[in-house]
């Protein structure tokens, strides 16, 4: 799969937690969405996936390149 997170969490340093286990996978040519109310942690996640954060906790592959690994 060319994305794929295992458990991703992010907590800033202020002890806000954005983002609570996520896991997903998505394939080659496959579109995907990501809905939720204000300050549901989609924007956090979504940094997470381009490197603008790096994860808290968890693993994020991109293609066969780890963005990060526990």
Do not use: H, W
Not at 45 to 52: A, H, R, T, V
């Amino acid at each position: 799969m060319p994305v794929v997170t295992s458990n991703v969490k992010k907590i800033y340093s202020n002890g806000k937690v954005a983002v609570r286990g996520v896991s997903l996978g998505i394939e080659k040519n496959e579109v995907f969405g990501l809905l939720g109310i204000n300050g549901a942690g989609k924007t956090s996640y979504i940094g997470m996936l381009n490197g603008e954060f790096e994860p808290s906790q968890g693993s994020v592959f991109i293609g066969e390149v780890s963005e990060r690994s526990d």
